[in-house]
């Protein structure tokens, strides 16, 4: 079966993997290019980034993450 989950709970893994490596989310953001007043209204549930917006955002966290 295939299962779908929120980008909130995206973003908390994200942030999980970010401070096991030593990393914080203001660097992420910064290597994403975004606000991070918009990743706390994303991991509030706020609004939800476009497709385009979230692939940079993963892209960036894979890159810090290497």
Do not use: H
């Not at 079966?1 to 992420?28: C, W």
């Not at 606000?35 to 894979?62: C, H, L, M, S």
């Amino acid at each position: 079966m295939i299962q779908f989950i929120s980008f909130t709970e995206v973003v908390a893994k994200i942030e999980e993997g970010l401070v096991e490596r030593g990393f914080t989310v203001a660097d992420l953001c910064r290597k994403a290019g975004i606000a991070q007043t918009t990743w706390g209204r994303w991991k509030g549930g706020k609004f939800e980034p476009r497709d385009k917006t979230k692939q940079v955002v993963i892209d960036a966290y894979n890159a810090l993450i290497e």
